[in-house]
């Protein structure tokens, strides 16, 4: 009986202190919204500049386009930075300390992915911000990301890709926003690995522009992802169906010229190895790059081009040759009926 009676007045004191903090949060919400204007820097001096600390988490590669050369990417952005007009005493509001409310309440900055390769305008999620008594606001918002990637597919499929993601500010310059790094690296602890591709770091660089038409710096954090591919597919399905293929090439040169095996065999191994090229070819981008894998095939069916226009010789000399034996065949005949017309009349 004591035990219900306690549990019934805990039960009551969490309630009454749930239905404070509401009443309090409902208040200071009012109170810092009064005279607020989310369109303008929330700094007290406009020559101060304001500080944005980013951060990036890697959730997964959702795909890699490599003949459009485009990553997709699923990301959580943490940005942070302070409001010089969202503060509080705590000590007025009940002790209270962090409240979370619409973004769309707040400035937020207008950091952006520079080298994004998305159609499509999309803007920022609209989730909460996380708001502390100093002023400090800590927005976290996922993302999914198409970014462009320079892809050098020379070693496919044992090849290395460097993609970066260029994060900064669209408007503002350096003087007003400044972008520092909450991390050396984008976070990975939470990645979700992906059947093609295993990511070996996520190295981030802030680095500083001047343009020529300004002399203001332009702040960025580039993060540069390292891919290396997962090439057990491809020994399976395009390697070793080359390579097995290409033992069957000098077996070409070793059958007898009038066999008729030789040709068909020839045009067998290269429509094979055709076929095999193709393959190769509809995934891979179209630059100068050429995987040496689609230069080894090449290389095999150039040979066969090579012997099949050997044995098309070849044949034009055997047509040569028989023409000539049926041309001296009769000039044979010839010369023996004149000469055994001229023996007899010589005799009679």
């Known amino acids: 009986m004591k ?8 039960s ?27 369109a303008l820097r929330p700094v007290d001096d406009t020559d101060k500049t304001l500080n944005v600390t980013l951060q990036i988490t890697l959730s997964q590669i959702k795909d890699m386009d490599e003949r459009n050369q485009v990553l997709t990417t699923y990301l959580w952005i943490r940005q942070t930075w302070f409001d010089a007009y969202l503060k ?24 952006v ?31 999914i990301t198409k970014s462009s990637c320079v892809v050098d597919v020379s070693y496919f499929p044992f090849d290395w890709q460097w993609c970066n993601l260029t994060f900064g500010s669209w408007t503002y310059n350096g003087n007003q926003v400044d972008i520092a790094m909450g991390m050396d690296s984008g976070d990975l602890s939470d990645f979700v690995e992906n059947v093609e591709w295993e990511c070996h770091g996520m190295p981030a660089v802030r680095n ?51 066999s008729g095996e030789k040709v068909s065999l020839g045009v067998t191994v290269l429509l094979a190895l055709t076929v095999f090229q193709l393959m190769v070819a509809e995934s891979m981008p179209p630059s100068e790059s050429v ?46 009926f004149l000469m055994s017309i001229l023996i007899i009349g010589k005799a009679t």
């Open 3 to 10: 035990t219900m009676v306690l549990l019934v007045w805990i």
């Open 12 to 38: 009551c004191w969490i309630n009454v202190c749930t239905s404070a903090q509401g009443r309090y949060a409902q208040k200071l919400l009012n109170d810092l919204m009064e005279n607020y204007s989310s």
């Open 88 to 111: 509080w005493d705590k000590e007025e509001y009940d002790g209270l300390e962090v409240i979370r409310i619409p973004c769309n309440l707040v400035w937020r900055p207008d950091i």
């Open 113 to 143: 992915l520079y080298n994004k390769a998305d159609e499509e305008a999309s803007g920022p999620a609209e989730t909460n911000v996380v708001l502390r008594y100093n002023g400090e606001i800590t927005w976290d918002m996922p993302a």
């Open 208 to 258: 500083v522009i001047m343009y020529g038409c300004c002399s203001d710096p332009y702040p960025d954090i580039t993060y540069t992802l390292h891919l290396k591919r997962r090439s057990l597919f491809y020994i399976f399905n395009l390697l070793l169906p080359c390579f097995l293929i290409s033992f069957l090439a000098p077996l070409g040169f070793y059958l007898p010229a009038d």
């Open 291 to 336: 995987p040496y894998v689609v230069y080894n095939i090449q290389y095999i069916a150039n040979c066969f081009r090579e012997q099949r226009a050997t044995c098309a010789k070849g044949a034009e000399w055997k047509k040569v040759a028989k023409v000539m034996d049926r041309f001296f065949m009769w000039i044979f005949f010839i010369m023996v």
